[in-house]
């Protein structure tokens, strides 16, 4: 079986400075892969480098069966690639509901709006005038509303009182359900424990720990924070 | 007030807020300051010329008009300004000397001279018990449903709210499937364009000349500093007061007096109130 995402050897950073270093790893659909591992070392990097906002230095990417490395981050999209940024996640001067309808071609299930009552609430407002964990799940929902086999998530839970993670998470299970593959870059055990088949960890650009979701311990996930 | 001055005033602000429509889009959207706007207008009012001089028929001076300043803006956006966006102090500098490239382009091409051609349509007609410029009343009536149809189109396209979201957040535009390079290219050659059909439409009331561009620059920023950017009410707003003010002063005391109330005005609105009387970013 061809995973969704196939990653080798992939070398990348900023400039002429790399962060990441030979990182291989796969995501089947169906699946959810956690990163994990302390601010700095590289999960965004990651993350913007099977997006497309900045280009690898060495390494191939595949998606589908296709090379995706040379492909502009809106091809990508197209290709069936969504993104959820850590920072800078929603476009503050649009609506809610501009925000939510840009990414997709209708609007989102009721089902959002009643586990997200605020963004109902607040469809007409800018969402730049909403607080960082408010925008931080409009960002969630427009990526999980998305027409795509692939979902990257950068830190989604930053900010975002538990009650709406426990949200988040089942939106996870239920689109991982459906067949998407899921990148999820996180901090928080929790989820992370709650919601991933597999766990990649990332200690100064290079991989330290993988395992599957039902044999990686607790432990094993705090050593990778404390490295 | 009299007939015709109420009618030179729809006149002033409706060919006004034409002439800054492109500016509105190219800097109240993209957010490039573009110093050759006014050229565009000028390279536009030669399409007459240049199809009188080829012989061709008065129908084709649109596209001729489309054909010269599409072209044009497409290959500046392709090679100098797609390296601009979002940084408005580098755009300024680099269309200024986009400009000046330009008018001497032009005045290589046609010379110093004044050029004049005549209206399409001729005659006068009865408004308000003032004889009037059938063409003057035809545009004014043509910019009026133009402007209604474009606010229509702007407040419903999902175009407009792509624009916003690319100039307000380009990655996460890319994320999300928008091509912002394309996009922008569309947009600066769409501004472009109707600054160059502005140009088109004024040729027959003015004298065409490289030069002409400048005057239509300046008060084009002048009208949009007043009324704010990004919005199509502020730029109704903004070339209402500009045009509205010049035009008053100018038939009751004298065009020095008129054009020195705009100045100051401009001058309050970047004191008191910078974003203009209806700032919107969206």
Known sequence: ?227 | MSSVLLLNLAWQISTLALVALGLAIVFGKLRIMNMAHGEFVMIGAYAPVITSMLGLPGWLQLPVCLVTVGPVAFVLERTIIRHLYGRMFDSLLATWGIAILLREIVELIFGRGYQSVSPPIAGTVCVFGADYPAYRIAVIIGILLGFIGLYWWNTRSKTGTRIKAMVGNPNLAEAIGINTARLSAGAFVFGCCTAGLAGLILAPTVRIEPMMGLDYLIRSFFALVVGGLGSLEGLGIGSGIIAGTQTFLGAVASQTYGYLAVLTLSILFLWLKPNGVRSSSR
């Open chain 1, 1 to 227: 079986m061809t995973a969704l995402l196939e990653i080798e050897g992939l070398t990348g950073g900023y400039q002429d400075t790399n962060v990441l270093f030979e990182i291989s790893v796969e995501i089947e659909a169906g699946s959810l892969l956690g990163v994990l591992g302390r601010n700095g070392v590289g999960k965004t990097t990651l993350a913007r480098l099977v997006q497309g906002e900045i280009k690898a230095s060495q390494g191939d990417i595949r998606f589908d069966g296709q090379p995706m490395g040379n492909q502009p981050a809106h091809a990508r999209r197209h290709m069936g690639v969504g993104y959820m940024p850590q920072t800078a996640m929603v476009f503050d001067d649009l609506t809610v509901q501009e925000n939510l309808s840009l990414g997709s071609s209708g609007k989102p299930p009721d089902r959002y709006f009643d586990l997200f009552p605020r963004l109902a609430e607040r469809l007409k407002q800018p969402a730049g005038t909403m607080s960082g964990g408010e925008r931080k799940i409009l960002s969630f929902v427009r990526t999980m509303i998305e027409d795509t086999k692939l979902i990257i998530l950068d830190e989604p839970t930053e900010g975002v009182q538990p009650e709406n993670i426990n949200h988040m998470a089942d939106c996870l299970r239920e689109r991982v359900a459906e067949g998407a593959g899921v990148l999820l870059c996180e901090q928080n055990l929790n989820l992370l424990s709650d919601v991933a088949d597999w766990f990649l960890g990332l200690d100064s650009g290079r991989v330290t720990m993988t395992g599957s979701g039902n044999m990686t311990t607790r432990k094993d996930l705090n050593a990778v924070l404390s490295l």
